[in-house]
């Protein structure tokens, strides 16, 4: 029986073909809790769960970058890769990153600074988020790189998320999208450079093989995220 490192390496078009058709089948945008988000059959307390338990992962975020960062010998690399942590992280004075997340959790009527605090983030999405540092941490390079490949397919969840919050949700406010809409050009760009990187660099089928499976572990992080907040905020709901 042939093992994984025996089987012949991916063309980058056999490579990419294979990383796409893996996240567009098990990527977050198919959850149940999408699906009640963008009908607009979600009440603001369990927007306001999402909001909430949602800014965890944008916090862990320009974590998994600064590890990513440290893991390049390459001064080019470091350099393209360092803007992804001040896009999350942002800037004090331009108010963007997770400045922008905190004004989408006032929009649904979160106090700031208890959000910040993240003193009421449910242990499974704390636990689910965690694993995704970890995932980048022990991770190779490429391997780590290639865990962040759901940026491809955020663009199109974000700009079908602002489309249902206008509709839905006007009382958020339109200035509280801010942080939605300026993921839909960045992820975009975020996706594609990754992209790139991977397949350029993952030089043996087992690399190949490991990249995908970090893709999808990364999906089932992002689908663990949504199963924990959903099972609190909307099956409790509708048990009471």
Known sequence: MKGPTSEPLLTPDEFMARLRAEGVSRYHDQHAFHDLMHAGELTRAQLQAWVLNRYYYQTRIPIKDALIVSKSEDPAFRRAWIRRIHDHDGDETAGDGLA???????????????????????????????????????????????????????????SKRIAAWEQHYPWVGAAALAYFRSRVTRARRDGQEGLTFVVENASSRALQDACVAALVRKTEILWHLLDCVHASSVLQASRV
């Open 100 to 158: 922008l997340w905190l004004g989408l959790a006032e929009g649904v009527g979160l106090d700031r600074e208890m959000v910040a605090s993240c003193r009421q983030v449910l242990p499974g999405v704390r636990f689910a988020c965690d694993a995704y540092v970890s995932l980048v941490r022990e991770s190779p390079l490429v391997v780590a790189v290639a865990s962040s490949l759901t940026e491809m397919f955020a663009p199109d969840l974000m």
